[in-house]
């Protein structure tokens, strides 16, 4: 009998960067079909190895995404579907009811997508009791201080990259958040932000391999954020924990999977640890940014990112992820990630010391993130960020004193114009 995998046809919704390569190589003869917005489509690699390849505009109603992919389905019978990104699920998963195709339900896709039902459905489940409220306005934030008192975050509704996220100490800050989070909510599918009591605490993320309903925790992740707009600056693995709050952080996230009905994929969850309590802040349906499958990769064996791939095409990964964490690894103990965030406004003109930062003992990556033309806004969200470093070492302290040592050697030279247009427009007459 031949060894060759049955032919399986996978339709994948937007993008994925190289997980369609991942996933063809996973099954053999996987011929796939994507259906996407136009902005996705220079991002596609590997185009010539899609069958076909569907545009839809940027405002196409959630019927228009379920008709295309019927008319792939009657042209070409679908096996199996996926999106390996956090855009258009609510399409993904109405195109999944509409064809009979496993993935995650539009009740879970629902909860995950918007923080207020997250909270919501938490709640009910009993696994948290954090008030949240959707406001426009600064008397719908007044309404929540009432109830709570200060301090608040605030931030969009479907926020994504910590772009518009703000604390609010007090009523002067009210207005300021307003903006922020309407200026976060800009390119969302929903303009609602989201205020709820500030939690204090250590951060961390949890990254998560589910399979028929069964949560394994493939590590948690130590997140470091700067406190104006909490963008994440670094990231070390794995957490420097004691045995007994892993436990109680892996805990809290498998139940928050079971409540919202997550039964299989990666998932990346953000938590907030404190003496008393594991607060659940968000999910996502997918793996980690910021390269964090890549440091756990490197200190644990276990590739995040081909797991998603296996599962697209319908393989059982949890076994062997299972026996890989149980087996160890040879070579690192220790993975971190440092970004640069330089403190300017302009346009970068150069950027130097890259070679330098590759030389640093244990660095393993360095890439910028914006080069010479791009401009500097401040550390405005995740996609602010200017550079980063990963480095490795036997522990946490000495692979994240390496990854901030390569950033150190990187400076940007930015040119800042003498005047802001909108400065010269304050001398123009009325």
């Known amino acids: 009998m031949s060894d060759t995998p049955t032919p399986m046809h996978l339709l994948i919704i937007s993008g994925g960067r190289d997980l369609p390569d991942r996933a063809r190589d996973a099954w053999p003869g ?7 917005r136009p902005e996705v489509v220079p991002r596609l690699r590997s185009r010539e ?20 992919a019927r008319f792939v389905h009657a042209a070409d019978p679908v096996d199996r579907l996926t999106n390996f990104t956090e855009k258009d699920t609510e399409k993904t998963a109405a195109i999944g009811v509409a064809l009979g195709l496993a993935w995650h339900s539009p009740e879970t896709v629902q909860a995950v997508a918007d923080k207020h039902a997250m909270r919501r459905v938490l709640a009910e489940a009993g696994v948290s009791d954090v008030l949240a409220e959707t406001v426009h306005d600064a008397e719908g934030i007044l309404k929540v201080v ?10 969009p509704v479907r926020g994504v990259a910590s772009k518009g996220v703000t604390r609010i100490d007090g009523p002067g800050d009210i207005e300021r958040a307003l903006a922020w989070g309407a200026s976060g909510a800009t390119d969302l599918d929903s303009a609602d932000l989201l205020v709820e009591p500030f939690l204090s605490g250590d951060e ?29 600056v670094g990231h070390v693995v794995p957490a420097p924990l004691p045995s ?16 919202l009905d997550i039964r299989r994929g990666v998932t990346h969850t953000e938590v907030i640890v404190a003496a008393d309590a594991v607060h659940i802040v ?6 980690a940014g910021d390269e964090i499958p890549e440091l756990w990769a490197r200190v644990s064996g276990v590739d995040l990112i081909d797991v998603v791939a296996r599962q697209a095409v319908g393989l059982s990964v949890l076994d062997e992820v299972r026996a890989a964490l149980q087996a160890g690894r040879q070579g690192p103990r220790a993975a971190a990630i440092w970004y640069a965030c330089p403190d300017a406004v302009g346009e970068i003109v150069a950027v130097a010391g ?47 004193r390496r990854a901030q040592e390569g950033v150190r050697k990187l400076s940007f030279t930015v040119r800042s114009e003498g005047m802001a247009a909108r400065h010269e427009a304050l001398a123009v007459n009325d």
């Not at 996987?30 to 996407?36: A, P, Q, S």
Request: include cysteine.
């Open 30 to 36: 996987l011929r796939t079909t994507v259906i996407c």
């Open 49 to 68: 190895k899609i069958e076909r390849l569907i545009v839809l505009r940027e405002d196409a109603p959630v019927a228009e995404w379920v008709a295309a």
């Open 146 to 155: 009432e109830k709570v008192g200060y301090p608040l975050i605030c931030k």
């Open 204 to 232: 961390y993320s949890v990254e998560c391999v589910s399979e028929d309903g069964e949560h394994l925790v493939v590590g948690i992740t130590r997140k470091i954020s700067e406190h104006d707009h909490f963008v994440e």
């Open 244 to 259: 007994s709050d892993e436990e109680r952080i892996a805990g809290a996230v498998q139940d928050m999977l079971r409540a």
């Open 282 to 287: 968000e999910t996502h349906l997918r793996p």
């Open 354 to 400: 890259e070679d330098d930062a590759r030389a640093v003992e244990g660095v393993v990556d360095v890439e910028l993130l914006r080069e010479p033309g791009k401009r500097l806004k401040g550390v405005t969200g995740s996609f602010a960020r200017a550079a980063h470093v990963c480095a490795v070492g036997e522990n946490q302290d000495e692979a994240l």
